[in-house]
């Protein structure tokens, strides 16, 4: 397999496609859902809710929180996690930046 040539990219595609591979499972979106609806959560309220093992949440909290986008407190022995504000907005721009790239076809400029 070959290495992925990152340095041809800007740094924001790279964080961007960074982001978007950590988001790409099923399980951290319905996550990150839950801790926006309920903004924090103890690790075992998303085994309930969610229905997956105790050592899957854990797996997929681990890559979201690697990419900064929860955070978590510790409390005994409860982890307790919510959104981190300011990751959230950074990654909110680079979605909009792509999203707001797009040109509607209708005026007829699409290929």
């Not at 949440?57 to 300011?86: A, M």
């Not at 790239?101 to 005026?107: C, H, K, Q």
Request: contains cysteine.
């Amino acid at each position: 397999m070959g290495v992925t040539r990152s340095d041809l990219f800007t740094q924001e595609q790279n964080e961007l496609a960074k982001v978007a591979k950590a988001m790409a499972h099923p399980a951290r979106l319905a996550i990150l859902q839950h801790l926006l609806k309920t903004n924090a959560c103890i690790n075992g309220d998303l085994v309930q809710e969610l229905g997956l093992a105790q050592a899957t949440i854990s797996q997929h909290l681990r890559e979201l929180k690697e990419i900064g986008i929860i955070q978590g407190t510790i409390e005994g022995v409860s982890v307790s996690y919510c959104i981190n504000p300011k990751k959230w907005a950074e990654i909110k721009a680079l979605f909009n930046g792509l999203f707001d790239g797009y040109v509607d076809p209708s005026t007829g400029e699409c290929c």
